[in-house]
């Protein structure tokens, strides 16, 4: 059956540390997306990719990246993390992007809770 | 613009009783409508979409959803109500015209069973 894996499940790491952050789809979906969830804040979404090569900002970008270099990953990557992006992170794909019915029908994996001391 | 409001942040019910989880919504144009459930430490998973053909719409476990356009709403609902049903439900609206990347999220309804 077709999968969307995120690792690690649980990360603890210090405040200025680079961290990365797995996402592997097995939908071949060329649409990817990264949210995080808060507390009070639902989940926001910070970047996402329409294909291979492609990526754009979302809501909550700022100290972010990600990067596509196929169509089943994308990473997430924290340049230096900092104590405010403690969160629950998730991954999502879809099959429809844009002005379909099922734009809004996303498969998302079980998510990576991290924490940053 | 778009909106979606879950009109309550917490329900709960009594194991067997009916379940009933409200969202409206605001759309400019013909909606289509997701409903979705996660569970404690996991991701979020469809429970039923309505993407303009029946406005009953079935989805997994006995959930029920009906899209009603003179009200804008799109309620959850399920007879009777199962331990298993404890869970975060979502509501999330998006149009012909929205990109994936833009899809309102309703804030969530978290829903207890007491056995």
């Known amino acids: 059956d077709a999968e969307i894996t995120q690792s690690p499940r649980h990360k603890i790491t210090e405040t200025g540390r680079q961290v990365t952050l797995a996402c592997h789809q097995t939908?071949?979906?060329?649409?990817m997306f990264w949210y995080r969830q808060d507390l009070g804040h639902g989940l926001r979404l910070i970047h996402y990719?329409?294909?291979?090569?492609?990526?754009n900002k979302g809501e909550v970008s700022d100290g972010y990246s990600v990067s596509r270099s196929n169509t089943e990953d994308l990473p997430l990557t924290l340049e230096s993390a900092a104590s405010s992006q403690t969160s629950v992170y998730f991954c999502?794909?879809?099959?429809?992007?844009?002005?379909?019915?099922?734009?809004?029908?996303?498969?998302f994996g079980e998510g990576s809770r991290l924490t940053v001391l | 613009a778009q909106s979606v409001t879950q009109l309550d942040s917490h329900v709960s019910v009594s194991e067997g009783t009916p379940v009933l989880l409200r969202c409206n919504y605001s759309?400019?144009?013909?909606?289509?409508l997701f409903w979705y459930v996660q569970h404690p430490n996991k991701g979020l998973q469809l429970l039923l979409k309505?993407?303009?053909?029946?406005?009953l719409v079935k989805g997994i476990n006995g959930f029920e959803a009906e899209f009603k356009k003179s009200e804008t709403s799109f309620h959850l609902t399920k007879p009777s109500a199962h331990m298993s049903d404890a869970a975060e439900y979502f509501c999330?609206?998006?149009?012909?015209?929205?990109?994936?990347?833009?899809?309102?999220f309703g804030t969530g309804t978290r829903l207890t069973v007491i056995p």
């Open positions: 759309s400019s144009y013909s909606p289509s």
């Open positions: 990719s329409y294909g291979v090569q492609d990526t």
């Open positions: 939908w071949n979906h060329n649409n």
């Open positions: 999330v609206v998006s149009d012909l015209w929205t990109g994936a990347n833009n899809l309102f």
């Open positions: 999502a794909s879809s099959e429809s992007a844009f002005g379909g019915k099922n734009t809004g029908e996303l498969f």
């Open positions: 309505y993407t303009s053909a029946a406005t």
